[in-house]
């Protein structure tokens, strides 16, 4: 079963014009349901059902075609991102070095767990693979700001910086 957000859609008229403008010329593409997905995930920064809809209808095909393509690709994410996207790397290196305590220390700290978003739509949280900072391990990032070498007890600092 498909992961919901408990955040509300709030795409915009803007958002989706856009989309069916660029839906528009994908349409006659062979194999143009990839770059349609990709730039409706670009406009809306997720891909919600009502967003697959819309790309469904604009490109001819159904429902079920678009989301098996959503669901199968690790790029697609049909759980919006927060204002502050947290990154928890659980690669080797990292994970041998505590990054799972990181992580449920930003999961007890935010009361949501990998792969959710807060209520408030500030913050989302994402356990990661390798993200090559192997010597800083081990790394969490807030958007672009990595930070390495932490422990748990460096998360409630490192999130007071976003609030």
Do not use: W
């Not at 997720?46 to 697959?52: G, H, I, N």
């Not at 001819?60 to 928890?88: A, D, H, M, N, R």
């Amino acid at each position: 079963m498909a992961k919901t957000s408990g955040v509300p859609f709030n795409g915009t008229k803007e958002q989706e014009e856009k989309l069916r403008a660029k839906l528009h010329e994908l349409k006659s593409v062979q194999g143009g349901l990839m770059p349609a997905l990709q730039e409706a995930q670009e406009i809306y920064g997720y891909l919600p059902k009502e967003v697959q809809i819309i790309v469904a209808e604009e490109l001819g095909l159904s429902l079920s075609e678009v989301y098996g393509v959503v669901s199968f690709y690790s790029q697609f994410t049909i759980v919006p991102k927060g204002k502050y996207k947290i990154g928890v790397c659980l690669g080797t290196a990292c994970y041998v070095k505590g990054s799972g305590d990181i992580l449920a220390e930003v999961e007890k700290v935010l009361g949501i767990s990998a792969g959710q978003i807060t209520s408030d739509a500030k913050f989302s949280i994402d356990a990661t693979r390798c993200i090559g900072c192997c010597g800083l391990a081990p790394v969490m990032t807030v958007n672009d700001d990595v930070y390495g070498r932490i422990t748990p007890k460096d998360v409630n600092g490192i999130l007071a910086k976003y609030n």
